[in-house]
């Protein structure tokens, strides 16, 4: 049983283009969440959304945009792929809770190349 | 100024032994703090949380906190081959800011047999 789960794994495409990913958790949670994993292995948040409501939305280029149809999906739409964007994204997942300690599930990962 | 700080590594540990990994956090309002480990080519999973000082003790794993010196450590006892990995430690300043984790750019640590 998949707990957060990504498509596509792998993307390798133009610059220039329009690329989406998908997100599904089957886990119930409340907040969803987009991280960028660039070539130097640092883990950045882009984006989370909590009940369909966006909560977080770091400096990110406008290219990038989320949609939360659902609680259970988080998807990332990217226009005008540049070269500075390939690097691995993942979604992770979380449950609000009224103590200090939410762990955050994360999904396999995208890894978008840009050529 | 990086907000959450740690030694990239490799960090070399002889099987057996105890791995010791450090992280530093600027934002003294932080609640609660992580250490996820990543396998190359995987997604992160969490191995530990803490949010009051002082240790917490999971299996051959210790979390160590000390808010006043801004400071979270992991240690590794009996190290093993598949210890190895990048520990990501990850910080969380609370829900007024979303419950936005904070990540360092992690520690690589290599557990030679």
């Known amino acids: 049983d998949t707990a957060v789960s990504q498509t596509p794994k792998y993307l390798v495409t133009q610059m220039g283009n329009d690329k989406s990913i998908k997100c599904e958790q089957n886990l119930g949670h409340d907040t969803m969440y987009w991280y960028k994993q660039d070539s130097k292995k640092f883990l950045k948040i882009m984006f989370s959304y909590n009940n369909k409501e966006l909560i977080i939305n770091e400096t990110v280029p406008n290219r990038f945009s989320p949609k939360s149809p659902d609680k259970a999906h988080l998807n990332l739409h990217i226009n005008s792929l540049e070269l500075g964007d390939s690097a691995v994204y993942f979604c992770a997942s979380s449950q609000a809770t009224s103590g200090r300690v939410e762990e955050q599930f994360f999904g396999p990962g995208t890894r978008l190349t840009v050529l | ?113």
């Not at chain 2, 100024?1 to 070399?12: A, D, F, M, T």
């Not at chain 2, 996820?36 to 949380?49: A, D, T, V, W």
């Not at chain 2, 829900?95 to 904070?102: D, F, R």
């Open chain 2, 1 to 113: 100024q990086k907000e959450v700080e740690q030694n990239s590594g490799p960090l070399s540990v002889p099987e057996g032994a105890i791995a010791s990994l450090n992280c530093t956090y600027s934002d003294r309002g932080s609640q609660s703090f992580f250490w996820y480990r990543q396998y190359s080519g995987k997604s992160p999973e969490l191995i530990m949380f803490i949010y009051s000082n002082g240790d917490k003790e999971d299996g051959r794993f210790t979390a160590q906190l000390n808010k006043a010196s801004q400071y979270v450590s992991l240690l590794i006892r009996d190290s093993q081959p598949s210890d190895s990995a990048t520990y990501l430690c990850a910080v969380n300043p609370g829900k007024a800011a979303g419950n936005k984790l904070t990540f360092g750019g992690g520690t690589r640590v290599l557990v030679k047999p």
